[in-house]
């Protein structure tokens, strides 16, 4: 069974900085598109970051593109986002989500129906 664990959400003061984990298991991810997308209360879920387990399609949203970085470890399949220099705007639900092969096309890499799995989600509040 595929899941997808998000971890390391909480509340942050604006400037400050944190660290989501999205755990992989269930079967091999190394040919995935990952990705990480928010959603903010009465807001659309919005795409945030993906990226591949070798490190290719890496895309940011205009909105956090110098603030956030996507990684991965492939030998422990997690996926991770740093958020630095955090905005009240960024409060949100982050979502871990996997997009299985044959993966979508970059034109819609940013759009939730693209991916197969995601995580339950972990909040993210950011204080001003």
């Known amino acids: 069974q595929v899941q997808l664990e998000e971890s390391g959400g909480g509340l942050v003061q604006a400037g400050g900085s944190v660290r989501l984990s999205c755990q992989a298991s269930g079967r091999t991810f190394s040919r995935d598109v990952m990705a990480w997308f928010r959603q903010a209360p009465g807001k659309e879920r919005e795409f945030v970051a993906s990226t591949t387990w070798y490190g290719g399609r890496i895309y940011y949203a205009d909105s956090v593109k110098g603030r956030f970085t996507i990684s991965r470890d492939s030998a422990s399949n997690t996926v991770f986002l740093q958020m630095n220099s955090l905005k009240p705007e960024d409060t949100a639900v982050y979502y871990c989500?996997?997009?299985?092969?044959?993966?979508?096309?970059?034109?819609?890499?940013?759009?939730?129906?693209?991916?197969?799995?995601w995580g339950q989600g972990t909040q993210v509040t950011v204080s001003s």
């Open positions: 989500a996997a997009d299985p092969p044959p993966v979508a096309i970059v034109s819609t890499l940013r759009l939730p129906s693209s991916y197969d799995y």
